[in-house]
């Protein structure tokens, strides 16, 4: 069984799939059979394409089967080379990314786990200026979590901004209720705390201005999609104030 290169994603899926079923099946008697048998197809798939997305989906597929032996070395490895290529899909770079970051963050290796949260970050506001924007929010609010939770790992919430950032992915995938939740703390902890004991109120009361109305947007248009028009309004209508003075229209 082969591919024979570009336009063959539909082989290459069987392949990774095959893969992967290889590995399940020989994870309860835990043979390193099985795991070979699986790198072998993935290395024959990878190497009869020429479609760099299909090659970063194998290359991201065989990292984990790597990490799951516990070889963080070669998985590191596997997820290096994605971001070498260039004419990957986006949505992969991101996964192989976060994929980074927390392999890195496992082996303790802090430095680089924020560096690759802060290349990811990079990527997409490039891309986003290149292209003027649009179709990459999903991924943005993922990069965004990902450096938050990187942030966070290393002790940083108070210059992580992890509620608003995890606020926006979760409001990405639709998940309002904790998102609200989020939003809420990220301004409510700003307008009222004056505790600078509280670590958790530091890391809101550090936020600039424009996050803090970033923040205040975000609230209205997500109750606004719960179809709270009446809060929706009222908060915007603060912002846009808030906007009003921090830019003097």
């Known amino acids: ?27 309860n008697r835990l043979l390193d059979e099985s795991y070979a048998q699986a790198q072998l197809v993935l290395e024959q798939c990878h190497s009869t394409q020429s479609d760099e997305s299909t090659k970063g ?3 991201l597929t065989m990292s984990t089967l790597f990490s799951e032996r516990g070889t ?12 070498e290529l260039g004419l990957s899909s986006l949505a992969v770079r991101v996964a192989a990314s ?18 690759t949260a802060d290349m990811c970050l990079q990527l ?29 790992v290393h002790g940083n919430v108070e210059s992580g901004n992890v509620a608003l950032s995890y606020g926006e992915f979760l409001h990405c995938m639709r998940d309002f209720q904790m998102a ?27 936020m600039n201005s424009e996050m ?8 209205g ?20 104030k808030k906007a009003e003075e921090r830019f003097e229209i």
């Not at 963080?72 to 971001?83: G, N, R, V, Y």
Request: glycine share 10%.
């Open 1 to 27: 069984m082969g591919c024979t290169g570009v336009g063959d994603d539909g082989c290459a899926a069987v392949l990774v799939t095959g893969a992967v079923g290889r590995r399940t099946e020989g994870e």
């Open 57 to 59: 989906l194998v290359l």
């Open 72 to 83: 963080f070395a070669d998985a590191i490895q596997k997820l290096q080379k994605i971001q």
């Open 98 to 115: 976060e994929a980074l970051a927390g392999l890195y963050l496992e082996s303790y290796q802090d430095d680089a786990s924020s560096v």
């Open 124 to 152: 997409l506001e490039t891309i986003r200026l290149e292209i003027g924007g649009g179709g990459s929010e999903f991924l943005e609010a993922r990069a965004k979590a990902l450096k938050g939770l990187v942030e966070l």
């Open 180 to 206: 609200r939740e989020l939003y809420q703390k990220a301004t409510q902890d700003v307008s009222e705390s004056k505790d600078f004991t509280d670590s958790q109120s530091l890391s809101a009361c550090n």
């Open 212 to 219: 803090l109305l970033g923040a205040t947007c975000a609230l």
């Open 221 to 240: 248009q997500l109750e606004a999609h719960l179809r709270n028009f009446d809060d929706a309004e009222e908060i915007l209508t603060a912002a846009l």
